[in-house]
Nanobody, 113 residues
Framework: QVQLVESGGGLVQAGGSLRLSCAASGRSIGIHVMGWYRQAPGKQREFVASHFSGATNYADSVKGRFTISRDNAKNTVYLQMNSLKSEDTAVYYC????????WGQGTQVTVSS
C-alpha cells in the first residue's frame, strides 16, 4: 500500500519559517516528480512546488520564499517555507505529481498576522 504522510506544520507568526516533511512508503520517490500542494479554507487545492532530479518549479505566490527538496535515501520530500504570510495558511499535502495517489491527511499551517 502506497502512503504519504505529511508533518511539520504548526502555528507561526508572519515572517516566520516552517519545514514540512512528506514521508513515502510503498513506492520509491526516486523516479517520480514529487509535488507539494495546499488547500485553504473555502478554496480549491492548489499547486505549490514540484521537484525532480534537481529541477524545481514553484507557484508564483511562493517563489523566492519556499524551497522544495528531497532525500531519496529517506524516501522523503521537504518544503522549507520562509517569510510566511497569512495567505499561506492552509493544509499542505504532498503527492506524486504525475501518478497521484489518494490524498493523505496533510499538515496544517497557520500563519498569524
Amino acid at each position: 500500500q502506497v502512503q504519504l504522510v505529511e508533518s511539520g506544520g504548526g502555528l507561526v507568526q508572519a515572517g516566520g519559517s516552517l519545514r514540512l516533511s512528506c514521508a513515502a512508503s510503498g513506492r520509491s520517490i526516486g523516479i517520480h516528480v514529487m509535488g507539494w500542494y495546499r488547500q485553504a479554507p473555502g478554496k480549491q487545492r492548489e499547486f505549490v512546488a514540484s521537484h525532480f532530479s534537481g529541477a524545481t518549479n514553484y507557484a508564483d505566490s511562493v517563489k523566492g520564499r519556499f524551497t522544495i527538496s528531497r532525500d531519496n535515501a529517506k524516501n522523503t520530500v521537504y518544503l522549507q517555507m520562509n517569510s510566511l504570510k497569512s495567505e499561506d495558511t492552509a493544509v499542505y499535502y504532498c503527492n506524486f505529481k504525475n501518478y497521484p495517489i489518494a490524498w493523505g491527511q496533510g499538515t496544517q499551517v497557520t500563519v498569524s498576522s
